[in-house]
């Protein structure tokens, strides 16, 4: 129930696109792709392949699932290097102060007579 609800959650937030052209591009060439509907279209003899096929409903689901993952993944790997990044700049700037804070130390001091 909770993956049904979840689909019907990702359904409504679909953009236009995703509606206009529900299907992703495959990377397999003409030969593979007719032989996967080839194989597709026979029955299973397999106990497993057949209970598979009560769930080729949710590929979708699991599509836009396993998107959402890679996605998650991407973000959190761009904001490590946001960090990295961010802390990098500190620390240049916090150089920069002690440069200029030294700086200005020297120019108060009179020169030694």
Known sequence: QRILRLAEMCRRLETEEEKV??????????????????ILAASPSEPLARAMQDYVGLERFWQRFNKAKLEEKALERARAALANRN??????????????ALSQEVSRDPPPL
């Open 87 to 100: 802390q990098h700049l500190r620390e240049l700037l916090q150089k920069y102060l002690a440069g200029a």
């Open 21 to 38: 052209l529900p299907f992703y591009p495959s990377s397999l060439a003409e030969g593979e792709q007719q032989d996967a509907r080839r």
